[in-house]
């Protein structure tokens, strides 16, 4: 295994592990009645996801380009390798949900106190987190009892399953097509941002409109964070059974993707 490979795996974990902890920080939001802090510390979190993918993004394409000129180099096993990569970043968001969710909730109260990321960097605050071992909490089997499936809308589970899967594939996915067709590579390439968007298209007008509503909702009831902390852990598993679902899109994605950019030519 290369150290491109290895670069591409635990970036790839980064990804996937910090969007997915979002919904923790979120709960930590409605625990302390502070959302709308919470959501911008959500956006500092996601942009370390984002800057990951920047890093991310030209070494898949190096081995594409690589495998162009040496046929020993199986691309599409690479790719599965970084789909299982994101599955694995996902599962591992799921058993640190408790404790970032504790960590989320110290986190906005600092942020709330010191008024910017700037100032919560500082040696004074540096030096408590020596202390995070005490909010640490394991997974236990009792909180696999709390999360039955009941309450919560089956749709917005299948919506970020179906999501997910196009969002983790779609990215690979292109690149594949411009290997089954080299002729066609910069169109199959471009089409990237055509999947990424319809994914975001079906993120925005169906999925984070319901979920701002069950937050909002949550606010106002008693035993609103009980509730979430149910609703988010559940996301979580859905975005996992999404990561799955990208490996049996990955394949035939390329296929019509390639076939797309033959007929745009």
């Given amino acids: 295994m290369t150290i491109k490979i290895i670069i591409i ?3 790839t974990i980064i990804i996937h592990g910090t969007e997915t902890l979002s919904y923790s920080i979120r709960l930590g939001g409605i625990r302390l009645k502070k959302i709308a802090v919470s959501l911008s510390l959500t956006g500092i979190v996601l942009l370390i996801a984002r800057t990951s993918n920047m890093f991310q993004a030209p070494l898949l394409g190096a081995i594409v380009d690589n495998a162009k000129v040496n046929a020993s180099i199986d691309v599409l096993k690479v790719f ?5 990569s ?7 968001a799921l058993f640190l949900y408790p404790t970032f969710t504790r960590l989320s909730m110290l986190m906005i109260k600092r942020l709330e106190v010191d008024g910017s990321v700037i100032s919560m960097m500082k040696m004074t605050n540096i030096h408590k987190l020596k202390r995070t071992d005490t909010y640490v909490r394991r997974p236990r089997i009792q909180m696999l009892y709390r999360l039955r499936i009941g309450g919560i809308p089956k749709r917005i589970m299948l919506i970020n399953i179906i999501v997910t899967a196009i969002y983790t594939s779609g990215i690979l996915a292109a690149l594949y097509a411009s290997v089954l067709n080299p002729g066609h590579s910069a169109t199959s ?4 941002g055509v999947v990424n968007g319809i ?12 979920i701002a509503l069950m937050t909002e909702r949550a606010l106002n009831e008693g035993n609103g964070d009980d509730k979430m902390t149910k609703t988010y852990a559940w996301l979580m598993v ?3 059974f999404g990561t799955l679902l990208a490996q049996f899109l990955l394949v035939p994605s390329a ?3 390639s076939w797309v950019s033959s007929v745009l030519a």
């Fill in 189 to 192: 390439n471009m089409a990237t």
């Fill in 255 to 257: 296929v019509f993707i």
């Fill in 86 to 92: 994101a599955s694995a970043g996902t599962l591992l």
């Fill in 9 to 11: 795996i635990f970036l």
């Fill in 199 to 210: 994914a975001t298209i079906l993120l925005t007008i169906f999925l984070d409109p319901q």
């Fill in 238 to 240: 859905a975005r996992f």
């Fill in 80 to 84: 599965r390798i970084a789909l299982l």
